[in-house]
């Protein structure tokens, strides 16, 4: 079983380095995109929006799926339809050619991100001991490696179909072939979900009332996904233009702070895991919350480009906690339904991903772009607010008192 479960997760984590580069590849290609295509910037926005839109739809559908399909196979299916969506981007001239591409990568990632993260999430459990975070380090490094290759491609003036073909060509066999090895929470934890069956007569509620209190439960991991995604999406879509039109930086030394952010997250995810066996989720998560909060402030009062940057690296080693640790959380509040609560979790992702980016660009034009780095900073610190959700055993009801596992609630077919 040993070998079994060091297999899984070294397949898993090239499943997420895969698609931390294969995002990467995308995202930071969408000029070059947008002018292949002849997208005007009236229409651009829309185009960016139907992708989380999708993923989220996928991650709903991906709730359903797991019901009669194990997530290692919804994983080892998903990932190559993401790559050859990819290629269909580059491949196309027309612009219902890439309605069609981006669709089919929303839709595939949403399934995607679900997948990968309820394999973690179950594989941690089975580890007994914090793995998460070295996942997501693995998609930190991929979406460096990914945003490094595209920024060769744009030096050497390549067509997006010779820069993605030669990745493609790379990633599918290989994540095909791995994907022989990953391993379901089922095929490694079912004494775990033996141990547990007894906990249902302990919780003999209506649905109505356990239903309420399932979301009540799920309810702060939510929020919390979605201010870190506001705040990454921040990252990502303004700080380039932050440097160079609010501080006053080149052209050039603009394109630095989201590589900065990247390899912050790597950072500080690659060291993550051993934070949280030492001093527990609550504790990391905590103190990512305050570091990131620090880095919205110093972005947003820094007299030059340099503080800025400063800003931005402390922004990497604060947000890159949060979301890895959300996913986590979840599994251990639903045992019994992990992978739908993941699935309904990861919706969130892309809630945030769409709320942010926009949101800062509102404020931004109506009031300036330093008050508008405040709003993400005010929203990662209410994560505090919710940090006892991540403890091992929190208190579910408020009260002080610890009630039986409402995770296992519905435990079966109908998930959560």
């Known amino acids: 079983m040993t070998d079994v479960l060091r297999r899984g997760r070294a397949s898993l984590a090239f499943s997420f380095f895969a698609q931390g580069a294969t995002f990467a590849l995308l995202v930071t290609r969408i000029p070059a995109i947008q002018d292949r295509y002849g997208v005007s910037d009236a229409l651009l926005p829309a185009f960016l929006a139907a992708v989380p839109i999708l993923a989220g739809v996928g991650s709903v559908t991906t709730e359903q799926l797991v019901k009669r399909i194990r997530p290692s196979r919804l994983l080892r299916w ?99 072939v791995g994907s022989r090895w990953y391993v379901d929470g089922g095929a490694a934890s079912g004494v775990e979900a033996d141990a547990d069956a007894g906990v249902d007569a302990e919780v003999g509620k209506g649905q109505g009332e356990s239903g309420a209190l399932v ?125 739908a609560a993941i699935a309904r979790l990861n919706i969130f992702n892309y809630v945030g991903f769409l709320i942010g980016s926009p949101l800062v660009g509102a404020l931004g034009d109506a009031w300036n772009y330093r008050g508008a780095m405040l709003v993400p900073m005010v929203l990662v610190l209410a994560t505090l607010g919710y940090a006892r959700s991540f403890a091992p055993e929190p208190d579910r009801y408020g009260d002080g008192h610890e009630r039986p596992r409402t995770a296992d609630v519905g435990r079966g077919s109908n998930g959560l």
């Open 78 to 176: 998903s990932q190559p339809v993401v790559l050859l969506a990819l290629l269909g981007v580059g491949a196309g001239d027309r612009l219902v050619e890439l309605a069609v591409a981006l669709g089919a990568f929303g839709l595939a990632v949403g399934a995607l991100d679900a997948s990968m993260n309820m394999l973690g999430v179950s594989l941690q459990r089975t580890y007994g001991r914090s793995i998460m975070l070295g996942f997501h380090a693995t998609y930190s490094l991929g979406g460096i490696v990914g945003a490094s290759l595209a920024w060769v491609g744009a030096h050497w003036h390549l067509s997006l179909f010779v820069s993605y073909l030669p990745v493609v060509l790379v990633l599918l066999p290989a994540a095909f």
């Open 215 to 339: 979301f009540r439960l799920l309810l702060p991991l939510c929020l919390v996904m979605t201010f870190a995604y506001i705040g990454d999406s921040t990252v990502s879509n303004w700080s380039a233009k932050y440097l160079q039109d609010v501080l006053g930086s080149s052209e050039q030394l603009a394109t630095v702070p989201y590589n900065v952010y990247m390899v912050m997250t790597l950072v500080g995810r690659a060291v993550g895991d051993f934070g949280v066996r030492r001093f527990g989720a609550v504790a990391v998560v905590r103190l990512g919350a305050v570091v990131a909060a620090l880095g919205f402030a110093v972005v947003a009062v820094a007299p030059g480009a340099w503080v800025g940057m400063l800003g931005f690296t402390l922004l990497g080693l604060g947000l890159c906690v949060l979301v890895p640790q959300t996913f986590a959380a979840a599994g251990r509040l639903f045992p019994g339904a992990s992978d």
